[in-house]
């Protein structure tokens, strides 16, 4: 299995760290001070999003049988999330990092995601995509013209 070229979280939680550090030193703000309540609601249902998203994801693939990690797989799990959105793990990082974004009201960190989301395309994404499909083949285009990559 070709592996990514960085754990998935590593290459949301890098930027994310170098943003909200960025946003101490030289402020740019989402919302405006007195919007602070706003603020922290966006936050909320943008992390508590995320973070169901990826408790629902990693819970249908331990019934399935799968093990999240980088690991061979034995067959395409379609139930849950994953019968919305090939990449459930994925959008429910994203959706926590604009959240914990939103909290900090660091707008440092959503410049960064034109750079994460090609890493995150090229550097994992396709290289799952091509062992799926070489290790599943028909399973794997089947699923594939069912379930769109993202939402």
Do not use: C
Not at 12 to 41: D, H, M, T, Y
């Amino acid at each position: 299995m070709l592996r990514p070229i960085l754990p998935p979280p590593y290459i949301f939680l890098g930027p994310l760290l170098i943003g909200v550090g960025l946003n101490i030193i030289f402020p740019l703000r989402i919302f405006p001070g007195n919007l602070s309540n706003l603020r922290f609601l966006v936050a909320a249902i943008l992390a508590l999003g995320g973070v169901s998203l990826l408790l629902w994801a990693i819970k249908t693939l331990f019934r399935s049988g799968v093990d999240p990690r980088f690991k061979p797989v034995g067959g395409i799990v379609s139930q849950g999330p994953f019968g919305i959105t090939r990449n459930p793990m994925y959008v429910s990082f994203t959706l926590i990092y604009l959240g914990v974004a939103a909290g900090f009201n660091a707008l440092w960190p959503i410049l960064f995601l034109p750079i994460i989301f090609p890493v995150l395309h090229y550097g994992v994404i396709l290289r799952e995509e091509a062992y799926l499909e070489k290790t599943l083949s028909e399973e794997y285009k089947k699923y594939r013209t069912k379930v769109r990559r993202w939402l």
